[in-house]
């Protein structure tokens, strides 16, 4: 079944943000590299959209934990399905994540993260949805766009799989 889909942020607006970010990224970060965590799959369009932005040196790794199901309802359980390939001691990590919901997600992957003695940590997202916060500690260093509480698909994020491909952001009409 096709659902209807309402832009909630047009892809010209998306693009001129992810570049401005990136440029925002490679000032903070001049002088080093930076290592990109992309959180699959939604992360997928935005990562390498930013990375391409990025001016500094840029390397790429690629992690796949679940916290939801096939619902739009967080179920608080976090799995590593796909953990890193390269190790992270020494560098200047950088997570990249689609949305940031509750928090739990990157709540946790901070925690693993850390203990394996990166330079330093960094979360870049592409949009956040601050009242749905459960995880208030999560700092979040670089967001596209915070947005209210709606389920939103496209640019990376799905529902049920689909609308991962859409090059705008967009809300799922229930
Ligand atoms: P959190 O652990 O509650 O912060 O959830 C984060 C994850 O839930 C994101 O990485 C997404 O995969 C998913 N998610 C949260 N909100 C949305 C949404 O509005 N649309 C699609 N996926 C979402
Ligand atoms: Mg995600």
Known sequence: MENKI??????????????????KISRDYAGKEVHLICVLKGG???TCELAKRITVPVSLDFMSVSSYGAGTQSSGVVKIIKD???????????????IIDSGRTLSYLIEILKQRGPADIRICTLLDKPSRRVKKEVQVDYTCFSIPDEFVVGYGLDYDQKYRNLPYIGAVEV
């Open 6 to 23: 309402k832009v909630l942020i047009p892809e010209d607006q998306v693009e001129a943000k992810v570049k401005e970010i990136g440029e």
């Open 44 to 46: 997928v369009f935005f």
């Open 84 to 98: 890193l390939d390269e190790p992270l001691a020494g560098k200047h990590v950088l997570i990249v994540e689609d």
